[in-house]
């Protein structure tokens, strides 16, 4: 029975696994590319395979932030313009409380993860009053609060104002200059933790509700499902993550900018799940994949014009892919399937 099971499970999580793998001996591979030996990467040398995993690891934070949104715009419905605060909450507490009051790691971790639950229920606090539009609206009226907060002279010594926080030392066991490679795969660990704890989600029953909401949350509440408190627990499982990934952001980057805190950083996390698809869960690491390395090429060989090219191609991306990379390659192989059956079962008359 065992047996059955396994198989079964294995071809249906066949992509995962390999993406894994891949992700798992990248920086020894591109170590072998550059001359140096697994022995060198292991231990943290410099060269281009530590600079690859600063980019990937750059890549799993976009994908963990492009997630959270995922399950509350492409699973539950709701449109937010807000998102940026779950991730500068995250970004900013985990600075404060690293440089100004010397938390260690896992303190820091339960201050963001109560964080996470209190900013969540403020946003919940509206969900009863209002929907659709004036939901986005309002959450954007709440982010832009905070960002005045964080740019305001009053909390410049603790955010640094619109300089942004600098100095925050990280805890040197993950620290990304001595051990680049360790934060690397805890990066990527947490990363697969909370796909698969979405990819539960979306299938367990609470999911299958926050579909119905999507899709028709009169009919939700006609079959007797209170819609308020599944779509509390889909905006408290985004703001964990999103908090989760601010924080990841701050042990990595040297500086949190304000940005991190504005409607701009809300458009990035939609712009990756509509480049890899909406309400996929993997369109958010093809999504992050192809939004951070196309970022990174083109200012990289072109330079500022890189920021039209790059509008240019996400609008070409959104017209011809409406449905996302990943949303689209679903549609067009179930498409390409049934064509095959169906000539299978005409060669097949004859």
């Not at 231990?43 to 530590?50: L, P, Y």
């Not at 954007?140 to 600098?166: C, K, N, R, W």
């Amino acid at each position: 029975m065992a047996k059955n099971r396994f198989f079964p499970t294995l071809k249906s999580n066949g992509g995962m696994l390999v993406t894994l793998a891949v992700f798992i001996l990248l920086p020894f591979i591109v170590g072998l590319f550059d001359g140096a030996s697994p022995a060198q990467v292991w231990i943290n040398g410099s060269g281009q395979s530590k600079f690859i995993q600063g980019l990937a690891i750059e890549i799993f934070i976009l994908a963990l932030y492009a997630l959270s949104y995922d399950l509350i715009f492409g699973f539950t419905g709701l449109l937010s313009f807000g998102h940026s605060m779950f991730f500068a909450v995250g970004a900013y507490g985990t600075g404060i409380l690293l440089k100004n009051f010397g938390f260690s790691l896992p303190a820091t971790f339960g201050v963001i993860f109560l964080a996470g639950i209190l900013q969540a229920l403020l946003f919940g606090m509206v969900l009863p009053r209002v929907k659709g539009i004036t939901f986005a609206l309002v959450t954007l009226g709440m982010a832009s609060v905070f960002h005045v907060l964080v740019i305001s002279s009053e909390l410049g010594p603790y955010t640094g104002s619109d300089v942004g926080l600098q100095g925050v030392v990280p805890p040197e066991f993950i620290s990304p200059a001595s051990q680049r490679l360790r934060l690397y795969f805890v990066t990527l660990a947490v990363l697969i933790l909370v796909f698969m704890l979405y990819k539960r989600f979306v299938n367990s029953p609470t999911g299958r509700v926050c579909t119905a909401i999507r899709e028709n949350e009169g009919r939700a509440l006609m079959l007797g499902y209170n819609t308020f408190y599944f779509k509390l627990a889909a905006l408290a499982l985004s703001s964990l993550t999103a908090a989760l990934a601010g924080m990841l952001h701050t042990i990595y980057q040297p500086i949190v900018s304000p940005n991190v805190a504005g409607l701009g950083y809300t458009v990035t996390a939609l712009l990756i799940i509509l480049i890899g698809g909406v309400g996929t869960l993997n369109g958010a690491l093809v999504g992050a994949v192809v939004f951070r390395l196309l970022d990174y090429g083109l200012r990289r060989y072109i330079g500022e014009s890189a920021s039209f090219i790059n509008g240019a191609v996400y609008v070409a991306i959104v017209l011809f892919l409406p449905f996302g990379i990943v949303g689209t390659w679903r549609l067009k192989s179930a498409q390409v399937k049934q064509g095959w059956e169906r000539l299978a079962k005409l060669f097949g008359s004859r």
